[in-house]
């Protein structure tokens, strides 16, 4: 086993087994051995060398870096930012971290083994998920749609290659995103309505009512620094203004501990209503207030 740190680093880089002449390094003698099963390498050229770094290796150093760039909280978009306060997991980036790694150092050591193969496909499989999730609710996040681009990409080599099968792939790319998609549901679900009772405490909700004089009462819970509340300042809110003017009062406040660097906000008219983020058109944002005014008779 390796000892040092020298030693760790020249593990992972030490190449894969060379399946394809048969030939395994035993300390500094060559022992030739004979097998029809060996698993063959994307990464093998012609005379049978292993290449560190062939396009599917490349998809995963892109989607590894991709998600390390949101591990800074202020370049994570609202919606990983919800996410995560959302989730029962740690941190859902660290989740995506840690698998790309594993899958990245198990390629680098081992070669593209089919438990390694299978592995990438199952990460295709979530991927196609967050795709389909940030079409539905039409999310621009950057990071994300390069994850979700290069584990596909790479995924998509393999098939071509003929590295596996088709009918392999579909089982494992089928429940992969099956469970990713049974198990995010179920916990997104109640863990969110756990988030909005929580927050509901902490701002004393109940309390939150619309001013004297006033046709609704926007409260607005902001982070200092928050990009996602500087937009909402900014273009929502300066939106709300020139379209409502006095009839719809603006009182700030700071944000609840539970949920950081996305505004919260509270429509406090006849009617009252919880908004966890900015909304993510303007559009949505006045036809809530819109309904909610058009819901007292005395306006």
Known sequence: MPQSSQQVLEWVLKP???????????????????SSNCDQSIGQNKVGKTERFDLVTLSLIVALLSALYLVLPENNCQSCTIAE??????????????????????RLRFGWK??????????????ICLAVYLIQFQILCLPCIICALSITAGAAILLFR?????????????????????????????ERINLENAIKESIGYANLHRQPGSGLTLYAFTVPNCRHCRDFEQTDLKAVKDRFGDRVTVSFHPAPPKLHNVPVLILAGKEKMLIVGRPRKTEKLIHMIDKNLAADSRL
């Open 114 to 127: 089919h438990w390694l193969k299978g592995a990438l496909l199952a990460l295709l499989g979530a991927h």
């Open 162 to 190: 003929k590295q596996v099968s088709w009918q392999f792939a579909a089982v494992v790319v089928s429940t992969s995103a099956l469970a990713f998609a049974g198990a995010s549901a179920l916990a997104s679900k109640v």
């Open 85 to 106: 306060s959302i989730q029962p997991l740690p941190g859902l980036k660290w989740v995506g971290i840690s698998t790309y790694a594993a899958v990245l150092l198990g």
């Open 16 to 34: 894969a087994p060379n399946c394809s002449t048969g030939q395994i390094e035993a300390g500094s003698s060559s022992v030739l051995k004979t």
